[in-house]
């Protein structure tokens, strides 16, 4: 039977990007939000770095070599991608389409630089800004993952002030503070519950 009732309506699905500066934890974070109880689609990005330990082709990212990603670029198989640190990295278009227009809420992880793009393409996309409670826990992390090497640690250290300045952009900030990922993932829920109360629902158009 159709709801002819104005004040009750089935909430718009939402588009969710996650972002922050490196090391705040994004993958951790999207890892449990992968494994909570909430239907989020959770979206995997493709990319051109190396594979980390620990790391599952797949599932952590789409990992693709130069070529093949060039070639999903010319297809215009993005919805936006970008050069980060000397390797590039693209959120696939066709599964976030297919998901919002299934109703599903989703959510992308992305860079700083990717939250702006998305930000052009889908004004209506709600950007969240993840990062440790401070910056010298944000260099501790970078430098304990040692998955960088010197220069390129240097680098991603001197481009948080940066990144950091871009907070305005966004819509939300949450923290991560260590050992606390379920509290990051607790808000970032919070933000969605928030966002259904809208009386003006946004509207994604992909």
Same mark, same amino acid.
């Given at each position: 039977?159709? /709801?002819? /009732?104005? *004040? !009750?309506?089935?909430? /718009?699905?939402?588009l969710i990007v996650l972002s922050g500066?490196?090391?705040?934890?994004?993958?951790?974070?999207?890892?449990?939000? &992968?494994?909570?109880?909430?239907? *989020?689609?959770?979206?995997?990005?493709?990319?051109?770095?190396?594979?980390?330990?620990?790391? =599952?082709?797949?599932?952590?990212?789409? *990992?693709?070599?130069?070529?093949?990603? #060039?070639?999903?670029?010319?297809?215009? #198989? *993005?919805?936006?991608?970008?050069?980060?640190?000397?390797?590039w990295y693209g959120v696939p278009r &066709?599964?976030?389409? @297919?998901?919002?227009? #299934?109703?599903?809420?989703?959510?992308? &992880?992305?860079?700083? #630089?990717?939250?702006?793009? !998305?930000?052009?393409?889908?004004?209506?996309?709600?950007?969240?800004?993840?990062?440790?409670?401070?910056?010298?826990?944000? @260099?501790?992390?970078?430098?304990?993952?040692?998955?960088?090497?010197?220069?390129?640690?240097?680098?991603?250290? =001197?481009?948080?002030?940066?990144?950091?300045?871009?907070?305005?952009?966004?819509?939300?900030?949450?923290?991560?503070? =260590?050992?606390? !990922?379920?509290?990051?993932?607790?808000?970032? =829920?919070?933000?969605?519950? @928030?966002? &259904?109360?809208?009386?003006?629902?946004?509207?994604?158009?992909?």
């Amino acid at each position: 039977m159709t /709801n002819h /009732n104005p *004040f !009750i309506r089935d909430s /718009n699905p939402l588009l969710i990007v996650l972002s922050g500066p490196s090391g705040a934890g994004k993958d951790a974070v999207l890892s449990h939000i &992968k494994n909570s109880d909430y239907p *989020f689609t959770c979206i995997t990005t493709v990319t051109t770095r190396p594979k980390r330990i620990n790391e =599952k082709d797949d599932l952590d990212y789409h *990992f693709v070599n130069q070529a093949e990603f #060039q070639s999903m670029v010319s297809h215009q #198989q *993005f919805l936006e991608h970008a050069s980060v640190y000397g390797n590039w990295y693209g959120v696939p278009r &066709k599964p976030v389409k @297919a998901a919002l227009e #299934q109703g599903q809420d989703v959510i992308i &992880k992305v860079d700083i #630089q990717g939250a702006a793009t !998305i930000r052009k393409i889908v004004p209506e996309a709600v950007l969240i800004f993840l990062t440790p409670p401070t910056t010298g826990e944000l @260099a501790s992390r970078l430098e304990q993952r040692r998955t960088e090497s010197k220069n390129d640690l240097e680098l991603r250290l =001197k481009t948080t002030a940066q990144e950091m300045a871009e907070l305005p952009r966004f819509d939300y900030l949450v923290f991560n503070h =260590k050992d606390r !990922i379920e509290q990051a993932v607790a808000d970032i =829920k919070a933000i969605v519950s @928030a966002e &259904k109360c809208r009386t003006k629902p946004r509207q994604v158009t992909i």
